[in-house]
């Protein structure tokens, strides 16, 4: 017997699940890189939404290049086009946060983690307590991925595991700590078969256990969540403030427009860039170059490389890592004279220098 069902599935991030789950044939799915699927009988239909990140290195059907310097959505867009002509894809270009995430996820059935943000993670958390939608989660380490679907029919979710989101300065960046190419994939094709057996009712859905998968060893540990029928205090309002934002509001900042203006009047600071080499390379404000990674080798490269004398101004992608190294300047070294540049590198491409890439 056909039932015919109309569902609608969210998903944050470009990942591997989008494939899996179109390849499936539910036909009809909506898309955001910070990021949507809706799923339904009938035309496929996938709409993209994505805050700046871009493609930086790729090569497709023997075209190099074809896709570099261009938004992940639209690479998405393109690649899934040719898999199934039959997709419409729309997309947007706008980041999932606290201003619009309780409107966008009302619309859905399942929401599917595809980000490696922690901040967005906890914040698509909520919001599906709030709504009670099941939220398909997984993350990745080094060696080793984690999955669970949390709030399935009303089970535990990612705070009854975790109940307070880490801040940053605790968070190895994936520049740092390095994850294996094949587990983004293989934690994609596990997420993908939990929406599959969500959507269709068959089969055990992974609610209340926790996977850890260890790709050095080829093992699956499963692990039962313990927690009490009873919902951990949160609101609305805390999820509005991050852990990265409640950091930051200990570190004085400066906005792009202001840094622009201190670059037109020419007066005296010092810029220093705490992304990765290769980062750098991409796009960069001309300062000087200190990776965090080196830095938490040996922060002592902070006071042999910053001046004491005049501003220094520390900027990194969006604004986190370099956050964390004006803390440390002025916890471990006791520097009164830097700032942190807003929203790094991507506000002062969106406001101050378009043609600046971004990725």
Do not use: W
């Amino acid at each position: 017997e056909f039932i015919e069902k109309q569902i609608r599935i969210m998903n944050t991030g470009t990942g591997p699940i989008t494939i899996n789950v179109e390849t499936f044939g539910l036909e009809d799915i909506v898309k955001i890189d910070s990021a949507t699927f809706i799923i339904k009988p009938g035309q496929t239909k996938i709409v993209s939404l994505n805050f700046s990140s871009f493609i930086r290195e790729q090569k497709i059907e023997q075209q190099p290049g074809i896709y570099v310097g261009k938004l992940k959505v639209f690479v998405a867009k393109d690649r899934l086009q040719k898999l199934n002509e039959f997709v419409e894809i729309e997309t947007f270009s706008f980041k999932l946060d606290s201003n619009n995430a309780h409107t966008l996820m009302s619309t859905f059935d399942v929401i599917v983690d595809g980000t490696d943000d922690l901040v967005t993670k906890y914040l698509m958390n909520d919001v599906c307590v709030k709504l009670n939608k099941a939220f398909v989660y997984a993350s990745v380490f080094q060696f080793q991925g984690y999955l669970s679907v949390f709030n399935y029919r009303n089970g535990p979710h990612l705070r009854h595991v975790y109940p307070q989101c880490p801040p940053s300065s605790l968070v190895q960046n994936c520049s740092a700590a390095g994850v294996l190419g094949v587990l983004p994939g293989i934690l994609g094709v596990l997420q993908a078969n939990e929406v599959i057996k969500i959507l269709t009712g068959i089969g055990s859905v992974l609610s209340g256990k926790f996977l850890v998968f260890d790709s050095l060893r080829l093992k699956f540990d499963f692990f039962d969540i313990e927690y009490l029928n009873v919902i951990p205090a949160f609101s609305m309002k805390c999820m509005s403030v991050g852990p990265e934002e409640v950091e930051m509001a200990l570190v004085a900042e400066i906005s792009v427009q202001e840094f622009k203006k201190m670059i037109d009047k020419k007066e005296k600071f010092q810029l220093i860039d705490v992304r990765e080499q290769f980062e750098y390379d991409i796009v960069n404000l001309g300062g000087k170059l200190l990776p965090l990674s080196e830095i938490e080798k040996d922060p002592q490269i902070l006071k042999e490389n910053i001046s004491s004398n005049i501003p220094v101004i520390v900027h990194c992608r969006s604004g986190g890592r370099s956050g964390h190294v004006c803390q440390i300047l002025q916890e471990k070294f006791q520097y009164n004279n830097v700032f942190n540049l807003a929203g790094g590198v991507l506000a002062y491409a969106e406001h101050i220098d378009p043609t600046l890439p971004r990725y």
